[in-house]
């Protein structure tokens, strides 16, 4: 389905270590917790994972640290069948996530980025293939990073697709044109000043950001609301898919990789977000980050 399709992922690459306990603790607290894990994470590789588990051509770009979790993090991209040419190791360490989830699989996460933070625009332009069809970016690397890589994929009739994570301010003026912007509700209100709570809301922010970037769709990423697509003329709201909620953590990363593959395959924003939908389901019912995505037998 989604085989011949040449992907492209520049982003972070993270060793998640996350803790699970009935509530979050308050400031001061010192709480026991019920479970603790490792998993291999970052925004960049979580969406990686999910397109080469939809059976997509991949290739990840990005950086890790000379030590041990970077290693392991590099094997098991190319255990899953990541082509890893495009991350070099760094002198400072592997980025780092802790991850906090609660009894309903909300979480606190902070980062500690890390040689994702040494990635640098000329490189990891230089490791994008000519023939790369989708390429995928966050904002866990950056800003220099992210602009110069979209401006030069968009460039490039490369379909791009940028997911606005984690919340942060960001000068979309500066790289102008990609095929789909993708916020999720905190990230859309660090980028414009308004929460999209309502359809009122859904729709202001939107046309903020289609105005600010000129991406051909804004698709806001709504959480238990589904998400909503602006097309410039026309907003849908399309609603979520059922599921018994474990760990949200990488829903988004998930949502926005077979959101973008599907795309590339039928040229429908519409279908694409109901995949996005469909697949970021999956991903909340099972504990991690690159290890909840799904398989395509899953989705079709
Ligand atoms: O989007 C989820 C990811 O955010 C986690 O895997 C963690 O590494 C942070 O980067």
């Excluded at 791009?160 to 960001?170: H, L, Q």
């Excluded at 000068?171 to 414009?192: D, H, V």
Aim: glycine share 10%.
């Amino acid at each position: 389905m989604y085989k011949n399709i040449k992907t492209a992922v520049v982003g972070s690459i993270n060793m998640d270590m996350i803790l699970t306990a009935d509530r979050i603790p308050d400031v001061g607290e010192n709480l026991l917790g019920n479970t603790y894990s490792y998993a291999n994470g970052g925004k960049g590789a979580n969406q990686a994972t999910a397109l080469t588990r939809l059976g997509a051509e991949v290739k990840m770009i990005g950086k890790v640290g000379n030590d041990v979790n970077g290693k392991k993090l590099i094997e098991n991209l190319e255990a899953n069948n990541i082509d890893a040419s495009g991350v070099s190791e760094e002198g400072s360490e592997t980025g780092l996530a802790a991850i906090l989830i609660d009894k309903d699989g909300r979480n606190r996460i902070i980062v500690y980025e890390g040689a994702n933070g040494e990635i640098n625009a000329g490189e990891a332009i230089n490791s994008i293939d000519d023939d790369t069809q989708l390429l995928l970016i966050q904002f866990e690397t950056s800003e220099d990073v992210v602009t110069a890589v979209v401006n030069h994929a968009v460039s490039r009739n490369i379909t791009t697709v940028i997911d606005c994570g984690p919340a942060k301010e960001f000068n979309l003026e500066k790289m102008q044109g990609a095929t789909i912007i993708s916020p999720n509700e905190s990230e859309t209100k660090a980028l414009t000043g308004i929460l999209p709570d309502n359809e009122e809301t859904i729709l202001e922010a939107s046309k903020i950001l289609k105005e600010r970037s000129k991406a051909q769709f804004v698709v806001l990423k709504l959480g238990e609301r589904g998400c909503s697509v602006f097309d410039g003329e026309k907003l849908t709201i399309l609603p979520p898919y059922k599921t018994e909620v474990v760990d949200t953590t990488a829903a988004g990363d998930c949502f926005t990789a077979a959101m973008a593959l599907e795309y590339v395959r039928t040229g429908d924003i519409y279908k694409a977000c109901d995949m996005g939908n469909k697949a970021g389901a999956i991903a909340v019912s099972r504990m991690g980050a690159a290890d909840s995505m799904p398989t395509i037998s899953e989705l079709y």
